[in-house]
C-alpha cells in the first residue's frame, strides 16, 4: 500500500471515530428527560402572615447571640426565647412534649399516630452571629422591624425564621386537627454558629441514648437562588444532600532564634513561609462526582442544547467542567478540598529571630474524601521534616443522601408546589450545618430553606441589612406544613 493510501485510511478511520464520537454525544444528551412544565402555583395554605410576621420580628428583637466562643452562652437571652416561643405557640405547647437540652436547647416531640413509622426531625437554630456594624443597617439589627414588605434584622434568615416557621406551621397543622402518622421532632440547637457542640451534638447524643432513628433531618443549608447557574434562567433549588467536612492543621517550625543581626540561612519564618507557599500551589485535586455531578445532571435539562450535551456527556467533558468551576472561588469550592490559611503567628521583636512560629490552616473536604486524605496531602507537599504538623479538629463530609427516599420526595415535592418554575436539584452544602451531628442517628440528611434569594443577597448572611420577605415567610410557613404533611403520607421505605 502506498503511503497515500495509508494516510486517506487513517484519515477515514478518524473520522468514523469522530462520527460515533458525536453520536454518543447526542444520544446522550437526547436521553436526558425533558424540563418539566411548570406547574400550576399550589393553593396556598391560609395563613394570618401578618400576625406570624409581627410574631417573627419579635422573637428578632431577643439577642440570642453566639460569640464563637469568645463570650459565655447569653443565657438570660435564650430562657427568655423559650418563654416567648412558649406563650406564643400555645397550642404546639399544649399537644407536643418540649424538653430543654443542656439548658439552652429545645427539643419538640410530636407522637405519631402509627408506632412503626420512622420518626423525623425538622431542625434550626435559636442562636444568630453578632453585628459587628449596627449603625450600617436600614433598620437596627435586634429592632424587629416589618417594613417594605422585608423582616429586618438578625436571624430574619439564619436561622430563627425557621424555627418559629417551623411552630407556626404545627399550629396551623393542630388547628386544623391534623394527626402525624410519625413521630416528628422539632430540634432547635443554641449554637450552630459556634459548631453546635453544645446543642445540637447534645440533642442527637439524646435520641441516640433513646434509641431513636430518624427517618431524615431537615436543616437549613441551601436556598432557592436566582442567576447562580450559568445557562439555567429558572430559579434553582437546591437541595443540599451533602455537607463538606473540615480539617483543621497547625504547622509548626523551630530554631534557635539569636540575634537579627548574624541570621543563618532559613530560619523559622522563612521555613513556614516556603511550607505555605508549597501548599497555595498544590491544591487537593478537583473531582466532578457526586452530589455536584447529579446536580449538573438535574439542571441539564434547563440548559441551551451545548451545555445540556457537556452535562450529559461528564465522563468526556468532566476536565472542561473543572476548568469552569475552578475559574471563581465559590464554585471552585464545590469540586475539591479547598485550603485556607487562616492565622500566622511568629517573631516578638524586629531585631530577634524567632524560636518558633506556626500557622492554621482550615481545609473544607469534599464528600469522598477524609481528613486523614488532607493530613497525607499536607505531608507531602510540605515535605519538610523540620515542619511539624498537627491536626486541630475536624468532622468527616458525610454520606451523600438518597434522592429516592422519603425525605427528599417530600421537601422536592413542597419546593415545587410554593416555587412552581424553580429548577430543583440535588446538591452540596460547602459550609457545615447542625445537621452533620446526626449522622449516626437518621438514614438521610437534607439542608434547605425555601427561601428566595438573588446572589447579591448572600451577602446579607452573617452580614448587614438581613431581611427576609414576608411572602417569603409565609412560603415557608406552607412549606413546613406540606413537608409534615407529605412524609406522613409517604410511607414507602
Ligand atoms: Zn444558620
Redesign the pocket.
Known sequence: MSTKRLVKRMGLAALGILVVLAAILVIRTLSLPPAPEPRDPAKPHAIDIDRAAARLASAIQIKTLSHGGEGPVEGPAFLQLHDFLATTYPVAHQKLTREVVNEYSLLYKWEGTDPQAAPIALLA?LDVVPTPRPEAWEHPPFAGVVADGFIWGRGAL??KSSVLAILEAAEALLAAGFEPSRTIYFAFGHD??DSGHQGAEQIAKLLGERGVHLEFVLD?GSVVIEGAMPGVREPVALIGVAEKGFATLELRAKADGGHSSMPPKGGVIARLARALDRLENHPMPANIRAPVDGMLLALAPHMPFGMRMVMANQWLFEPVLIGIFASAHNSNAMIRTTTAMTVVRGGVKDNVLPQQGRAVLNFRILPGETSADVLEHVRAVVDDPEVAIEVLETHEPTAVSRTDAVGYRAIAEATSQLFPTAAVAPSLVIAA?DSHHYVDVASDLYRFLPVHMQPEDLDRLHGVNERLAVADYQRMIDFYIRVIQQSCADQAP
Open positions: 437554630h439564619d436561622d450552630e454558629e437549613e450545618t
